[in-house]
């Protein structure tokens, strides 16, 4: 029988996944320019974003292995920025499944900075629309995510629409 801990850390788990999938799909395909697209004056760039989304799983992996320690990084190149997505989740992913005691509630760390990129993977593919390079809207019920799957591969979606 898995303990309510484990439980708890195979759901995060799982939500990072679900974070690679969705982020993965709005990632892939981005036009050229998208990186600097700006909706208006007052908001972030989707290199900004993306960054900042980075930095929240830095962030949540330190928590995670009990360091609050986090920072602000200046946005990469599109696809350094991309990249480095995927290896953050990777980080957290296999902090996440390793033996190694969480140095924050499950609870809190997806309340926080989880659910935080969870919004902004949101912003990112609005702005797809917006820049005229929409992301094809799914069934996420349906789609093949499996925690442990954080990387840029991802399996195809199973039920698109537009």
């Known amino acids: 029988m898995t303990s309510t801990k484990d439980e708890k850390r195979e759901m ?13 799909k709005t990632l892939r395909g981005a036009p050229e ?5 700006r909706a208006n004056e007052s ?10 989304v980075g930095d ?5 992996h330190n928590m995670a292995s009990g360091r609050d320690e986090g920072h602000n990084s200046t946005p990469l190149p599109w696809e350094e920025e991309v990249s480095r997505f995927f290896a953050e989740l990777e980080k957290f992913d296999s902090y996440l499944a390793s033996d190694a005691p969480l140095g924050s509630p499950a609870e809190k760390l997806f309340q926080g900075p ?14 797809r629309r917006m820049a005229g390079a929409p992301v094809r809207g799914e069934n996420y ?17 199973r039920r698109e629409f537009d």
């Open 43 to 52: 908001t972030r760039t989707p290199a900004e974003i993306l960054a900042h």
């Open 114 to 127: 989880v659910a935080d990129a969870l919004t902004h993977v949101g912003q990112l593919a609005l702005l």
């Open 33 to 37: 320019g998208f990186a600097s697209f």
């Open 141 to 157: 019920f349906k789609a093949d995510i499996a925690a442990g799957r954080v990387g840029p591969e991802q399996s195809a979606p």
């Open 56 to 60: 929240l799983l830095y962030w949540a």
């Open 12 to 24: 995060l788990r799982h939500t990072l996944a679900t974070l690679a999938y969705r982020g993965g």
